[in-house]
């Protein structure tokens, strides 16, 4: 499965809970804690995660590991991570993505990502990747 998506930065829902605010702020205040390069990781892998759940409704990530296979390159706002690896249930599955974010890390502008097929179990520990 191949999929792209692309958004407008700062385009954001005007409808929010009771107290969405405060944990949107905690969630911000966390990832500028982390070293740019981290941060940008992090956010282009919890995005992969979400668009290959919307892409594929019978997929559930809840882990991903970016550098699986391949180590991933952070090039200022850009990821190239060919040779990651998601997990969906107690399967992995081999995916690659290039994501670029807004300077600062802290939103997505662009994901591009193919999904694998899945890892057989034998090779999961020589790719650090874990069972659920």
């Known amino acids: 499965m191949t999929c792209s998506f692309r958004f ?3 385009l954001v829902g005007a409808l929010a809970l009771p107290g969405a605010a405060h944990a949107a702020k905690s969630v911000a205040d ?3 804690a982390l ?3 981290t941060r940008i990781e992090q956010r282009c892998n919890a995005r992969a995660m979400g668009e290959i759940s919307r892409a594929d409704r019978a997929m559930r ?3 991903l590991v970016a550098y699986a296979f391949k180590d991933s ?3 200022g706002d850009v ?3 060919p040779g990651a690896a998601v997990r969906s249930g107690n399967a992995w599955y081999r995916l690659s993505y290039v994501c670029r974010t807004t300077p600062d890390g802290l939103d997505v502008l662009s994901l591009s990502f193919t999904l694998g097929a899945e890892i057989p179990r034998s090779e999961w ?3 650090q990747l874990v069972p659920q």
């Open 35 to 37: 070293d740019l390069d």
């Open 30 to 32: 966390q990832m500028l």
């Open 125 to 127: 520990e020589d790719h």
């Open 73 to 75: 390159e952070v090039k």
């Open 8 to 10: 407008a930065a700062g």
């Open 79 to 81: 990821v190239h991570a």
């Open 61 to 63: 990530p809840d882990e």
